[in-house]
């Protein structure tokens, strides 16, 4: 019986150099060694070519990023594109209705007129507005602001008031000089009061309309503040999914290069 | 110049990951290559391969060096293998095509080699790859470690924890039995 082990060893080419030429002896006089050795040769290359699928691997250890606590979340986090056009639409209806809020004051130094955010300390139902603005001599009188549609009647209203009172003004002028009476003698004062409040309502809306732009700038800026920001996070996406793409192609580039040198080599 | 396995195992563990995943691109395809003849399944090989680099870096400041860092990773990956067989309970399935497609064959043609020889040599691998799933597990091992993996009688022995005697006789059986099938089946070149 034939030393297996040593025929296998001899088949690797794993026998010193004594033990192979004892072994080349033995096998030239050994016809079953001689074709047994034959046939595990052929075996041997028959197996080479039974080659494994080459996969995409890609497969690497990475570190696992720190769980670090959220703080909590500010309205900036929340703030989107949209929710920015949708607060600057509300932040500049809010202007406006803030900016139609007048306050006319009469005292003994005058008649002023303030608008903002003061609130109203009183007000007047619509039907009277008339009667109130003519009560200035008397009193304080605050204009009710209940609501923007409203407001702008008021004003109307009052601007429609003071023509009439301008005009009764003037007709009453007429008839105290062609009567030359002294009765009439507070008209003249009732008319400036009337030109005094004329200029101060323009002042007013001058103040209005500056402070309405300052607002529509401030929304603005905000509004530009929250899309460059969006802008840089998007563009850090894009960075990420540039890199991830790099990385792919790398990959395939790899892969390809081993597939030709593998075709090469054979 | 190239590092080595040990100065790479060596940072490593010092925590040191590029030099790990340099192992992980030297050493993923032998290791999935032989995953991949072992249990004869693509996807599952695959998953063995990932498997065995994940344990060997989380026991790799266990690890001392008494074996080549390849010999170790043969180690975990058998391991790997075997649990996997027990799990499916079943032999290693070879998934070898049943025809064989020319326009596949042709992408891996090389300039030398006719259609001819490439199809005979695409029928003698789907026939070993058949035979060698139907051999018992040791001699299965022991065969794809010496003839693809290059590994000597000695370090087969130390990883099968047996004799190397008993490596030899498994080699010699398991090709013996090769030899039988493939020429029942009428494949290959050589036998007699």
């Known amino acids: 019986m034939c030393d297996k082990d040593r025929l296998v060893s001899y088949l690797y080419d794993d026998l010193a150099d004594g033990e192979r030429a004892t072994f080349e002896r033995h096998v030239r006089e050994c016809d079953d060694c001689r074709r047994e050795l034959s046939a595990l040769r052929g075996v041997r290359a028959d197996l080479v070519s039974w080659s494994p699928p080459q996969p995409d691997f890609g497969f690497r250890v990475v570190r696992e990023p720190k769980v670090v606590p959220m703080p909590p979340r500010s309205w900036r986090a929340w703030w989107t594109p949209a929710a920015g056009l949708a607060a600057a639409a509300v932040l500049v209806l809010a202007a406006a209705s803030a900016v139609a809020r007048v306050e006319v004051h009469s005292g003994p130094d005058g008649v002023t007129v303030r608008t903002g955010w003061a609130p109203a300390s009183a007000t007047v139902p619509d039907g009277r507005v008339g009667e109130a603005a003519s009560q200035t001599a008397r009193g304080d009188v605050i204009l009710p602001a209940s609501s923007d549609g409203m407001d702008r009647s008021i004003i109307e209203t009052l601007d429609r008031r003071l023509r009439a009172l301008e005009a009764a003004s003037r007709e009453a002028g007429s008839v105290r000089n062609a009567s030359l009476t002294g009765a009439g003698s507070a008209r003249p004062a009732d008319a400036d009061i009337i030109r005094r409040m004329r200029e101060l309502l323009a002042q007013s809306e001058t103040k209005q309309q500056g402070e309405l732009a300052l607002r529509i700038a401030q929304v603005i800026r905000d509004v530009d503040a929250q899309r460059l920001e969006d802008l840089k996070r998007i563009q850090q996406g894009l960075r990420g999914v540039e890199a991830s793409v790099n990385a792919e192609a790398a990959g395939h580039r790899e892969l390809t290069n081993y597939i030709l040198t593998s075709a090469r080599q054979k | ?192």
């Open chain 2, 1 to 192: 110049m190239a590092s080595t396995d040990e100065e790479l195992v060596a940072r490593s563990q010092g925590g040191d990951l590029d030099s790990f995943n340099q192992l992980v691109v030297r050493w993923e395809r032998p290791i999935y290559a032989l995953a991949y003849r072992t249990i004869g399944r693509e996807e599952d090989a695959r998953d063995v391969c990932q498997e065995t680099f994940l344990r060997a870096f989380r026991a790799l400041k266990g690890f001392k060096g008494q074996a080549k860092f390849s010999s170790w990773l043969y180690r975990i990956t058998l391991n790997l293998c075997r649990d996997w067989i027990r799990r499916e309970r079943r032999q290693p399935i070879a998934q070898a095509p049943e025809g064989v497609d020319l326009i596949d064959l042709a992408s891996e043609q090389s300039p030398s080699e006719s259609i001819e020889d490439l199809v005979a040599r695409k029928e003698i691998s789907q026939a070993v790859a058949r035979v060698m799933a139907g051999l018992p597990e040791d001699q299965r091992t022991a065969i794809i470690l010496k003839e693809y993996h290059g590994l000597t009688f000695q370090e087969i022995a130390d990883m099968l924890d047996c004799p190397l005697s008993t490596v030899k006789t498994r080699l010699y059986q398991g090709l013996s039995v090769l030899r039988r099938q493939l020429d029942r089946e009428g494949v290959g070149r050589h036998h007699v």
